[in-house]
């Protein structure tokens, strides 16, 4: 992830209590503010800067102080089998709705091999990588997909209609660190799109289209056109069919109906946080969530040694030339978090004005951030 110039580095401790303090301000139990602080803080540390402490302010609490997101979350099963829960979070808070789904997937899975719950009615739920790693934490694989506001086009089409919809897998490793993709199922998402914008960095051609199916690269107009209606963002594998744009599509797609139709929550336009009268409403999301016991189908060290040699023979091939190294998934996270444990999180210059206006409403005197 590339740091912008005049960026100010915080210590991750320091920034971690901060945010827990930000969501005890604006009415989140404390508990639940432990949870939601370490969701972002855990994506910083990883350098997935596009949703960490960056999104503190314009989707939590902003959206908290709206309304239209609940800081006190009450989580209801409203269906439950032995190996699998559905699961109302009533526009709560995401981070704490997901880690409890995850937990009672974890659960069941010790104990029948094979846990899934499905939520409706939550709210952005941080990085999905934070919730598969709980599960092979946990000595199991861990899988999970969202759905979003629109913002994705359809292979040939103009219209965002899905969201960037991740599919993330965790998996445990005799390594150092666990294989872990998360990303989305369109060709860029709409963070990292906000990180361009704040670096003032145009995009690159093939990410957006507008409504004749051009590409569009101004960042700053991309996110008020994606609101509006008037850009999209393209699946995974591009543009059209050529590059295999259908592919990305079809996940995209499979995740969305994953998120609502097991839960019967809502979909695509119902994601749009607006109701006819262009007022402000709740971002009703849907998740799942999927736990694999590995022991239940062979030992764990054995599955491990497998699947690190898997990855160690990946990196070992022949590379193209010109090219350093060859990385697997999750070994950059890795890599950034060895780089920046003792450096702490790096904030841009927008950032530091939304955490001193934050800290300056809230009275959180006692943070004497260097801005």
């Not at 596009?50 to 302010?57: A, D, E, P, T």
């Not at 190996?83 to 981070?95: E, Q, V």
């Not at 990385?327 to 060895?338: F, I, N």
């Not at 841009?348 to 206006?357: G, I, P, S």
Request: hydrophobic residues 40%; glycine residues 10%; charged residues 25%.
């Amino acid at each position: 992830m590339e740091i912008e110039k005049g960026a100010k580095w915080v210590k991750f401790d320091v920034m971690e209590r901060f945010m827990r303090d930000v969501f005890k301000g604006i009415g989140v139990p404390a508990a639940d503010a432990a949870v939601c602080a370490d969701v972002l803080i855990t994506a910083d540390k990883l350098g997935i800067d596009s949703h960490g402490v960056s999104r503190l302010k314009p989707i939590y609490y902003d959206r908290i102080k709206q309304g239209i997101q609940l800081p006190k979350t009450k989580f209801e099963i409203v269906k439950e089998t032995p190996t699998t829960a559905t699961i109302d979070g009533h526009n709560g808070m995401g981070h704490v709705i997901a880690v409890r789904a995850m937990e009672i997937a974890i659960k069941k899975a010790k104990k029948y091999g094979l846990g899934m719950t499905a939520v409706r009615n939550s709210t952005h739920y941080g990085i999905a990588g934070y919730h598969t790693l709980m599960a092979a934490k946990a000595g199991m694989i861990g899988i999970t997909g969202t759905n979003a506001r629109p913002s994705v086009a359809p292979t040939f089409g103009v219209e965002n209609m899905m969201g960037t919809n991740p599919l993330t897998f965790a998996i445990p490793t005799d390594e150092k660190f666990p294989f872990l993709l998360d990303c989305a199922t369109s060709i860029t998402q709409r963070g990292k799109i906000e990180v361009y914008a704040k670096l003032g960095k145009k995009m690159p051609k093939g990410w957006v289209i507008d409504s004749k199916g051009g590409s569009k690269t101004d960042s700053v107009a991309v996110l008020k056109d994606l609101v509006a209606g008037t850009a999209a963002l393209v699946p995974v594998g591009g543009i059209g069919e050529e590059l295999g744009g259908y592919k990305g599509y079809g996940y995209c797609a499979a995740v969305e109906i994953l998120s609502a139709a097991l839960q019967r929550g809502a979909y695509m336009k119902m994601l749009l946080g607006v109701d006819k009268n262009g007022r402000k409403i709740p971002y009703p999301l849907g998740h799942f969530f999927l736990a694999i016991n590995i022991e239940a189908f062979t030992p764990l060290s054995s599955f491990k040694k497998i699947a690190g040699d898997i990855l160690r023979e990946l990196r070992a091939s022949k590379k193209m030339p010109g090219a350093k190294r060859i990385y697997t998934a999750g070994e950059k996270e890795h890599l950034c978090w060895l780089h920046r444990r003792d450096r702490g999180v790096p904030v841009n210059k927008e950032t530091q004005a939304e955490l001193l206006a934050m800290r300056d409403e809230l009275g959180l005197k006692k943070y004497k951030f260097d801005f």
